[in-house]
């Protein structure tokens, strides 16, 4: 008689585990967690990329968090970097990225039975490669004057001042550029420094006394 009663007991146990895994997963698929954003609406920059995106969950499924998860590795979580929103349709703005560089986002949910993600996408910030860009060159707060710079994929640049056409290099390590001018048939090789920063590049000149900005003119991805 005790067995028949303990194996009773067992059954209902099993029986209720059962059923609140199940009442579980119909709560989790009560959130759907959607990524708007597509190749064709994509909004990107040098070291931003917008990321639209949906929730749409059941009056009754409370949802604590939501945003967008993302990294240089597939299948973000909320474990990697995450933007919080509060409308349920919303954009967020994804900063400080790296030019020229892959990631992988997806939209998340969270409510307390867990996590939702929608599905995965990557999409890539702008490279220098095949730009033009329009340097402003400050001297002194009066003086100023622009140049053509053109970034070629192959490494090599040419700096263009309706005055001269000169040739040099160029790198990019993270976001820090580096070009060099090769002046060696007029004065010396100049190395100018910069920083991308969204559609701009902010940098001094080698001795320090000139300041610089950048915009591009025509950008070739």
Same mark, same amino acid.
């Given at each position: ?12 146990a099993?029986?209720f ?5 199940d009442?579980? /997963?119909? @709560?989790?698929?009560? %959130? ?5 954003? *597509?190749?064709e &609406? +994509?909004?990107?920059t040098? #070291? ?5 995106g ?7 499924i409370e949802?604590?968090?939501k945003?967008v ?10 474990? /990697?970097? @995450?933007?919080?929103e %509060? ?5 967020? *703005?994804?900063s &400080? +990225?790296?030019a020229?560089? #892959? ?21 890539n ?11 402003? @060159?400050?001297v002194d707060?009066?003086?100023s ?9 192959d490494?090599? #640049?040419?700096?263009d ?11 990019l ?20 420094e ?28």
């Open positions: 008689m005790k067995t028949y009663f303990l194996k009773t007991i067992a059954i209902v099993v029986l585990f059962s059923s609140s895994c009442d579980d /997963d119909d @709560i989790q698929s009560d %959130i759907l967690a959607i990524i708007d954003t *597509t190749v &609406n +994509l909004e990107a040098y #070291t931003t990329i917008n990321i639209s949906t929730v749409l969950s059941d009056e009754y949802v604590t968090s945003g998860c993302w990294s240089t590795s597939p299948n973000p979580t909320i474990e /990697d970097t @995450i933007t919080t %509060i409308d349920d349709v919303f954009t967020s *703005t994804i &400080n +990225l790296t020229n560089t #892959t990631y992988y986002f997806r939209v998340y949910a969270v409510n307390d039975v867990g996590v939702t993600y929608s599905e995965e996408l990557s999409f910030t702008l490279s220098l490669e095949d730009s033009i860009w329009d340097f402003e @060159i400050f707060d009066i003086t004057w622009n140049a053509s710079v053109t970034f070629n994929a490494g090599t #640049t040419v700096f001042d309706a005055t001269n056409v000169v040739y040099g290099s160029w790198l390590e993270g976001n820090v550029l580096t070009f060099n001018i090769d002046t060696s048939g007029l004065v010396y090789t100049y190395s100018v910069g920083t991308l920063f969204e559609q701009t590049i902010n940098g001094v000149w080698e001795d320090g006394i000139m300041n610089w900005i950048a915009t591009p003119q025509i950008v070739e991805n």
